[in-house]
């Protein structure tokens, strides 16, 4: 290794050798420097390649590939060429050859400027050990030597982080450690150096490393489908067999669990896994009669107030007489047969959701004007209504509000279940601040996914998905972007592409798939806002991704995810 690092030093003479103060071969010691600068910088910058394959899969192998590219790149290589470097001109002061050729060591005997002699300044002298606690026959300042072996070496620790920080972007940081602990190893080893050698060498080492920084950017980090692609799942391995018992019960085989939900569109009907009629829901609530049965009729249910009216009914507060609690009933609008069997199949898989964020639906029955969904009622007051009255969140509150419903649209894909009107009217919070998503939306037209019986589009156009606005069949990935324009709404009280004159506008925009442009600019979640609302869904992070970076950045900030989202919302009273 002397050898190469010999050649290097020549070649950096080559390089960047000039013949003036303070001298050719002290210059040539700050672009060896530099050059050595560049393997931290190569090692992040071929993680950082790997990881466009990879993503965040951290198993036995790639751990061993990132943890030796780590090593070499940033102790091993540096730490042998700038021993080297030391060595080399320790060896021509001494007389020796130091693998430089007889040209190149006549003018080490040039003296320049302050430093006399180049030979004698570099090879000889206190090491940097020595220089910092034994400093006897310095040729620079004491305040200077300071200066070169503590803030040069800090300074270029900090860049290394950096580069090793870019390279695992859109994963966990622990990895980095593969990068900046090898460098404080390597930065102590290093005080067997000459310390005019090391004074130039760190000179040289810093700036390059800013600049590692570039390549290492350009790269881009992995994309969010190669994050999002699932673990492959292993087989177990068979156990040897065993010597049968005499009457031992065989013992039950646990079923796998099932995999990660993600971005890919739902069957025809959106209900791929739920339950087929006639089956019992998982929870809660009696399995509903079918219409115009014994049982089925409307007078259970006393009803308070309407609570509100839509494209798909008309919900009411009202009071169950058997059980004495207070619910909320949704009404269809005159449906048809098929949605009829629609809004039972998919009650069944609404009650199947068992999730403390998501609205609880308990019974499917038959009132004289339609088919209504009974479901908890929710006391408290619309996030649309917080917004406007008490002005955007701060990031703690959309942080905690983005991880609880990302968490109970979760539950409900697992079911097979699209909310598909994600929007701030949707999302109740109550008298403890916590938030509630409510009003999935139930009733669809036969054979279409997107218009109700009414001719109204599923979806609110101003937070409505590129894709679903264009006809596509809505996914996960469309729940996503809603809840995501949702969160950006709370951040700054407008929905992310603006506003519109009329609902129809509105709807043309999100068609075009106009981009975003009412983004938090200043909020610590504007990055994974922006990967969140992409137009293209297969590039958009799934809810589970999101509620992991999300949920690390509350950690990291000593918040609780689970918290309160606000704490000023006023009880309001039964009637």
């Not at 030093?9 to 010691?29: E, I, K, M, Q, R």
Request: charged share 15%; aromatic share 8%; net charge positive.
């Amino acid at each position: 290794m002397s050898g190469f690092a010999s050649a290097l030093l020549s070649f950096a003479h080559t390089l960047f050798g000039p013949g003036f103060c303070p001298g050719d071969w002290v210059w040539a010691t700050t672009t060896a420097g530099a050059l050595v600068a560049l393997f931290p910088a190569l090692g992040a910058l071929v993680v950082a390649i790997v990881r466009k394959g990879t993503g965040n899969r951290y198993d036995a192998t790639t751990l061993t590939v990132f943890g030796l590219i780590g090593v070499v790149t940033v102790l091993v290589l540096p730490w042998l060429l700038s021993n080297g470097i030391s060595e080399s001109f320790r060896s021509v002061a001494a007389g020796g050859t130091g693998g430089l050729g007889a040209a190149a060591r006549s003018t080490l005997d040039s003296p320049y400027c302050f430093v006399g002699v180049q030979s004698k300044y570099l090879g000889g002298g206190p090491n940097v050990f020595e220089a910092l606690f034994y400093n006897k026959g310095l040729k620079l300042s004491y305040g200077l030597y300071l200066l070169a072996f503590i803030v040069l070496p800090a300074g270029s620790l900090l860049f290394v982080m950096l580069q090793a920080r870019t390279a695992f972007r859109r994963g966990p940081k622990w990895p980095s450690r593969f990068f900046w602990v090898p460098f404080v190893v390597m930065a102590v080893a290093s005080v067997g150096m000459t310390a005019n050698t090391a004074v130039h060498f760190w000179l040289g080492f810093l700036p390059f490393s800013v600049l590692g920084l570039i390549p290492v950017g350009l790269v881009g980090p992995p994309p969010w489908s190669v994050i999002n692609r699932p673990e492959p799942r292993r087989e177990p391995s068979p156990s040897p067999e065993r010597p049968p018992v005499s009457q031992a019960a065989p013992r039950p085989q646990l079923p796998p669990p099932p995999p990660p939900p993600v971005n890919k569109p739902y069957p025809a009907t959106a209900m791929a896994s739920a339950p087929e009629p006639g089956l019992l829901a998982a929870a809660p609530g009696p399995v509903p009669p079918p219409p115009g049965s014994r049982g089925a009729g409307g007078s259970r249910y006393q009803r308070v107030r309407r609570l509100g009216h839509g494209g798909f009914g008309t919900v009411w507060e009202a009071v169950d007489t058997q059980l004495n609690r207070t619910v909320a009933l949704k009404i269809a609008h005159a449906p048809d047969r098929d949605t009829e069997e629609r809004m039972q199949r998919e009650a069944r898989a609404l009650a199947a959701v068992n999730h403390p964020n998501c609205v609880k639906v308990y019974d499917l029955v038959e009132e004289p004007d339609g088919l209504a969904l009974v479901m908890e009622y929710l006391e408290g007051r619309p996030l649309a209504e917080v917004v406007d009255g008490q002005g955007p969140l701060d990031d703690v509150a959309a942080g905690r509000l983005w991880s609880t419903m990302a968490g109970a649209l979760v539950a409900a894909h697992e079911k097979g279940v699209l909310h598909r009107d994600i929007k701030p009217s949707n999302i109740v919070l109550d008298p403890d601040g916590l938030a509630h998503l409510i009003d999935f939306g139930i009733a669809r037209s036969q054979g279409d996914s997107k218009m109700t019986a009414t001719g109204m589009m599923i979806g609110t156009p101003d937070f409505v998905a590129p894709e679903q606005a264009m006809g596509a069949q809505a996914s996960p990935a469309s729940d996503a972007w809603q809840l995501a324009a949702t969160i950006s709404y709370a951040l700054t009280g407008q929905p992310p592409r603006g506003t519109r004159e009329t609902p129809m506008a509105a709807l043309m925009a999100a068609a075009r798939a106009e981009p975003v442009s009412r983004l938090p600019v200043r909020s610590a979640h504007a990055r994974i806002l922006g990967a969140s609302l992409d137009q293209e869904p297969r590039r958009r992070p799934t809810l589970n991704a999101v509620r992991r970076e999300v949920e690390g950045w509350l950690s990291r900030a000593g918040k609780s995810p689970d918290g309160p989202v606000t704490q000023i919302v006023p009880r309001r009273l039964h009637r």
